[in-house]
């Protein structure tokens, strides 16, 4: 089945540092690829997503490259804010099998960005 | 009020008691979902909504029980839970179900803890 992975946590950087978080995926058709982000005390928001291979999505400062040979998506920031400091999810909405328009996520990345 | 939203934003319950969530979007979606987020765990999809019609149950226990009125609106009754069901219960809606790469939009959740 589908199933997507992302590197362990927490991460803890300083302002301005270069962020990365690595997301890969397992799936049986040809997903659409998100990055969703959870601030303390809130639902999920959308952060950015990519629909085909090489598409890249970006959002405040976030970008994330859907790569098809390396079946990645991992979400990049150049720097990092106080305000980044959340839990990030990737996920996927995969068209093939029984998961059909349906999103699998990642166990979550907790970001924390001191000042 | 926008978005999607979700009452209580806490609830304590004992394993005898019975109560319901409810979730609510004003975003003319018509496709609505329950997810349940626990501590260092995926999300966990439970249930599926599109047009008020129960599309997906992800083998979740019948202690559960969705029920969707019209399109604006979701509950999950709670009855005879476990300490283990505590955890946060998350509503989301999209267009519809069958769209990849739609993107869902979710409401704050409910922190439910079981005693």
């Known amino acids: 089945g589908d199933s997507v992975t992302q590197m362990e946590g927490p991460v803890t950087l300083s302002e301005e540092a270069f962020l990365t978080i690595n997301c890969t995926y397992t799936?049986?058709?040809?997903?659409?690829l998100f990055w969703y982000v959870q601030y303390p005390g809130e639902g999920l928001q959308l952060l950015l997503k990519a629909t085909k291979a090489d598409d890249k999505g970006s959002n405040k400062g976030f970008e994330a490259t859907y790569r098809k040979e390396t079946t990645s998506f991992h979400l990049e920031k150049g720097s990092v804010q106080v305000s980044d400091s959340a839990v990030y999810f990737c996920?996927?909405?995969?068209?093939?099998?029984?998961?059909?328009?349906?999103?699998?996520f990642g166990q979550g990345t907790i970001l924390t960005v001191h000042p | 009020e926008t978005g999607v939203t979700q009452t209580p934003r806490h609830l304590v319950m004992g394993m005898t008691n019975k109560k319901s969530l409810k979730c609510e979007q004003h975003?003319?979606?018509?496709?609505m979902y329950w997810y349940k987020q626990s501590a260092k765990k995926p999300l966990e999809l439970m249930f599926v909504y599109n047009f008020k019609e129960q599309t997906e149950n992800n083998s979740v226990p019948s202690r559960f029980s969705p029920e969707c009125p019209n399109s604006s609106h979701l509950f999950l009754h709670l009855h005879t839970l476990q300490p283990e069901d505590s955890a946060l219960y998350l509503c989301?809606?999209?267009?519809?179900?069958?769209?990849?790469?739609?993107?869902?939009?979710f409401g704050p959740g409910t922190r439910l803890l079981v005693l």
């Open positions: 799936a049986t058709g040809y997903p659409s």
């Open positions: 996920a996927l909405s995969d068209k093939g099998g029984t998961s059909y328009g349906k999103l699998t």
């Open positions: 989301a809606s999209s267009p519809q179900v069958s769209g990849v790469g739609e993107t869902q939009y």
């Open positions: 975003l003319g979606h018509n496709a």
